[in-house]
């Protein structure tokens, strides 16, 4: 696989999101051993840069992740998040939490459901309204100091937020979501920045990608598969009780039929290429440059090696075009 430069370490162009083979999607497919296999053939094919969360099944994905790592860690780069806790697993509700204290402790946790000495890159997941940022990140650098963590990132920030933690310790890497539906990260009108249920609206987070191109830190998108919806592959608003996607805007039944336009342009672009409409998504996070390293997740082998494949497919300045053109989404993001 092509490779890309996380912070003067080479890793796979295409990452992969572990997030949902512990949670918020399709809960009945999920099995620790097929995932466990997934991973391992993700290290195969050159798919090295591995997401997870202490959330994603509250703590269940790290332990999967460190598991299927057991006697490869050497071969990926691994990130994991602090920031959010789990209140409620029934109903399912998480909550902010960037204390020093918590991020130091919930480190420690990581490491031991990890299976590792050291986690590679060190996220806060969100930001904490009730605890200065400079506070919370300053936490996080002791961290790097100590040798526990070796980079820190920030998830859905804002640019303001990403420059005043920059000033105070290196940022290495920003997670946001970004797709052909979901453009908030490059500077599109009406965005918002941290979103998550029950937040109040924002102005929108500012061209992230573009800042992190300026200061040489790595922009990883999260979702680029518009949450499975850009595969194809979703058609009806038929979900499990459990799926995440049952409750999603975006989802319902006259919002997804009228996203389905999107779709369409995505599978005429893949037609021209003979790839799938998931490839030619990847690829469109991947061209939005150099920077970008994109984790797409899944629980399956057969969708891991059609999503690397998007690693390789080169698309046109008219696809590009194209692309660009495609209608905004119906339907909030959360």
Known sequence: MKTRDFAGTQVGAVGLGCMGMSFAYSESERDDDKSVAVIREALDLGVTFLDTAQPYGDGHNESLVGRALAGRRDEAVVATKTGLVVESIVPWKMARKGTPEH??????????????????????HRVDPEVPLADTWGAMAELVTEGKV??????????????????????????????????DALGA??????????????????????????????FVPYSPLGRGFLTGT?????????DYRGGNPRFQEDALKANLRIVDMVKAVAARHGATPA?????WTLAQGEHVIP???????????????AADLELTAADLAELDGVPAAVGGRY
């Open 279 to 283: 490839q030619v998504a990847i690829a």
């Open 234 to 242: 979703v058609t009806t608003a038929d979900f499990e009780d459990t």
């Open 150 to 183: 070796r980079r820190l990132g920030l998830s859905e920030v804002s640019v303001a937020q990403a420059a005043e933690a920059h000033a105070i310790h290196p940022v290495a890497a920003i997670q946001s979501e970004l797709s052909l539906w979901t453009r």
């Open 103 to 124: 991020v130091k402790a919930s480190a420690e946790d990581s490491l031991r459901r990890l299976g590792t000495d050291v986690i590679d890159l060190y996220y806060l």
């Open 189 to 218: 009108p009406g965005g918002t920045a941290g979103v998550l249920p029950g937040d109040a609206q924002g102005e929108g987070p500012g061209d992230v990608v573009g800042w992190c191109a300026a200061n040489g830190v790595a």
């Open 295 to 309: 984790i797409p997740g899944t629980k399956k082998r057969r969708y891991l090696r059609d999503n690397a494949g």
